[in-house]
């Protein structure tokens, strides 16, 4: 069984805790603004080269391999996306960090490059359940867990394109007990 820790968000006690912190806020908006902009360099810069991720059914895997899966949907399924970051909760553990962070994404699907799908837009609202490594004096993530809380998808089989894993309002959400090995 993997080894676990409750994550428990303890405020930081030094000026280098809250430079640390600070430190893993930029990534976890420049995940952001990577995707948005289907730069896949700076989707790169987020992720250690052996990072691994499960987005549920979407993907699971290695990181940079997460990377050319969702910029290819993204450049053909999407007009624009919009992925909004906030309650980034980080607490350190040394050279690692238990980050959640609440985010909700659009995807414009309006007939820019669909038009027999005109008007459809999927919405989703979750948390990236982060374990961050400082490796070389540089915060990067080394696994992400994507928890889906909610969606919306205006299509006409009203399915959203993604499996769980799905939130809880208890103690068994992925966000109380992240993995602090690797797989």
Same mark, same amino acid.
């Given at each position: 069984m993997e080894e676990t820790t409750v994550f428990a968000g303890e405020p930081a006690n030094t000026?280098?805790?809250?430079?640390?912190?600070?430190?893993? /806020?930029?990534v976890v908006m420049r995940y952001s603004r990577g995707a948005d902009r289907?730069? /896949?360099?700076?989707?790169a810069s987020v992720f250690?080269?052996?990072?691994?991720?499960?987005?549920?059914?979407?993907?699971?895997?290695?990181?940079?391999?997460?990377?050319?899966?969702?910029?290819e949907a993204l450049r053909t399924d999407s007009f624009a996306t919009q992925h909004t970051v906030s309650n980034v909760l980080v607490e350190l553990d040394g050279d690692r960090a238990y980050v959640e962070a609440y985010a909700v994404a659009y995807h414009d699907r309006t007939g820019a490059r669909?038009?027999?799908e005109t008007g459809r837009l999927d919405l989703w609202g979750g948390r990236y359940v982060d374990r961050f490594?400082?490796?070389?004096?540089? #915060? /990067?993530?080394?696994?992400?867990?994507?928890?889906?809380? #909610?969606?919306?998808?205006? /299509?006409?089989?009203?399915?959203?394109a993604w499996g769980p894993p799905w939130g809880r309002r208890d103690g068994d959400d992925p966000s109380y007990c992240i993995p602090t090995t690797g797989r």
């Open positions: 000026l280098s805790d809250l430079l640390d912190i600070q430190a893993i /806020r930029d289907c730069d /896949r360099e700076l989707l250690h080269d052996d990072a691994t991720l499960e987005y549920g059914t979407f993907y699971s895997g290695p990181a940079l391999g997460y990377i050319d899966h969702v910029l669909r038009p027999e490594e400082r490796r070389g004096g540089e #915060w /990067r993530i080394a696994h992400r867990n994507c928890v889906i809380d #909610w969606t919306f998808a205006s /299509r006409p089989d009203g399915e959203f």
